[in-house]
């Protein structure tokens, strides 16, 4: 039986009412885990881009948000409605900063990311605790 079959079997409450036997059990080694989806430690996240760690920062914000607040040097804006979109141009063989003002829509960004397959870890966070902590933004395009 395959994983959607299941699923259905058990969103409809009819496990038991058919013949049909329960699925194996998968092994391990096919699972494949979610990535873990953090909360940026801003510190640790600019201690690293310093040490010149490969960071994918992802900044979810609109770029009227980007003119305004200014972003972290080194990341790349895709506004939250056009990520899934362009999911091809967020690469899967690194950790991913999701940032947006606050969290909220970086965690979405995280939610979509891991549901698309992304396997690295995930930090959310947002560019107002970066600026509250002191740490440098600069305007798109510099």
């Known amino acids: 039986m395959n994983r959607t079959m299941l699923a259905m079997i058990l969103a409809t409450g009819c496990w038991g009412c058919s013949s049909i036997e329960p699925a194996a059990e998968i092994p391990a ?43 972290i040097a080194g990341a790349i804006n895709i506004p939250i409605d056009e990520l899934e979109a362009r999911m091809g ?5 690194r950790e991913i900063v999701t940032y947006c003002m606050r969290g909220g829509r970086a965690s979405t960004a995280a939610d979509i990311l891991r549901e698309a ?9 947002g560019i107002t605790a970066w600026k509250e902590a002191g740490k440098p933004v600069v305007q798109p395009g510099e």
């Open 117 to 125: 397959g992304y396997t690295e870890p995930i930090q959310t966070g």
């Open 29 to 71: 080694a096919e699972v494949q885990a979610a990535p873990a989806v953090v909360e940026m430690d801003v510190e640790a996240v600019a201690a690293r881009l310093d040490a010149g760690e490969d960071i994918y920062l992802l900044d979810v914000r609109t770029p009227e948000e980007l003119e305004e607040h200014g972003m």
């Open 89 to 93: 141009e967020v690469p899967n063989d």
